[in-house]
């Protein structure tokens, strides 16, 4: 017999992933900027990464509550 996991469980597993995926939204526009020269513009796929991450981080935090 399978026992289904607590519910804070679950909530720690799926803040885990949140994270671990913004993380590696932080690592693609870091690498994207590598190749930007300071005066050169941002390029919108490098702020959305960016925006993409801190978005999962604010979900991640809201499971704290």
């Known amino acids: 017999m399978t ?3 607590a519910p804070d469980q679950l909530r720690e ?3 885990s992933q949140l994270l671990r995926l913004a ?3 932080d690592d693609v ?3 994207e900027a ?3 020269h300071y005066w050169e513009a941002m390029p919108a796929s490098i702020t959305s990464h960016r925006q993409a991450a ?4 604010a979900a991640a935090d809201d499971l704290l509550e």
């Open 54 to 57: 801190a978005a999962l981080r």
């Open 34 to 36: 590598e190749h930007i």
């Open 23 to 25: 993380e590696h939204e």
């Open 3 to 5: 026992t289904s996991p």
């Open 29 to 31: 526009a870091a690498t």
């Open 13 to 15: 597993a799926l803040r």
